[in-house]
Structure formats: C-alpha cells, structure tokens
C-alpha cells in the first residue's frame, strides 16, 4: 500500500519545539519533492516547506529561521524540525510527495490533497500560550 505516516504532533507551550516525521511506504521519494502543508480552522491550507530531490529547500517567510526540513533517504523519512514555536503555527500539518509540490491559491488542504501524488493524514499541532 502506498501511503505517507506522519507523526509527532501534540500540544506544546509556545517557544517551545516540536520534530514532526513523515515516513513512505509503497514507493520512495528519492526522486520527488516532499513537504509539509498545514491548515488551521478558518485558515486557507498554506505550504509550509519543501525539500527537492538535489537537497533545495523552501520555507514560508512565517518560519523561515524556525523550522528545518530534512530527510533520511535510507529510512524513507521526512522531517519537520520545529523551535520557538508561536500560537499561530498551530494547525494540522500534511506530509506531502510529488513530482512538484505546489502553492495553495484559496484553498482548503483537502482540495489541494485530491491533486497531489501522495498526501498525508496529518497530524495536529496546537501551540498554547
């Protein structure tokens, strides 16, 4: 079965830091870009950070500094490294895979899901004062 499983959500105190994982069965992406999406209610779905198959990575100006993106080929894992963490990061976070991993225009997660190659079920991150 091909499918990505993310792990590492919770609740944490803001400035604190969180390590989400995303692993791959079914397939590996070493020749696909993976990322991180996330929406929180009321919020359009936002990309939050990419990593390219020569290593390039992306991140939203909101946690450029904060988060790092990584991944271990041999484990078929991607990782979402999370430090001073705010109140408005909380959100439910998608592991995402596909050739190209594109920005939301006004639109839910869901939608953008149904699009994209391989998709997560995500896992909740809350970030309380």
């Known amino acids: 079965e091909v499918q990505l499983v993310e792990s590492g959500g919770g609740s944490v105190q803001a400035g604190g830091s969180l390590r989400l994982s995303c692993t791959a069965s079914g397939f590996t992406f070493d020749d696909r870009e993976m990322g991180w999406y996330r929406q929180a209610p009321g919020n359009e779905c936002e990309l939050v950070s990419t990593?390219?198959?020569?290593?390039?990575?992306y991140y939203e100006d909101s946690v450029n500094g904060r988060f790092t993106i990584s991944q271990d080929n041999s484990k078929n894992t991607v990782y979402l490294q999370m430090i001073n963490l705010k109140r408005e990061d909380s959100a439910v976070y998608y592991c995402a895979a596909d050739i190209f991993l594109v920005t939301p225009v006004r639109q839910d997660c869901d939608g953008l899901s149904r699009s994209t190659a391989y998709w997560g079920q995500g896992t909740q991150v809350t970030v309380s004062l």
């Open positions: 990593i390219s198959v020569d290593g390039t990575t």
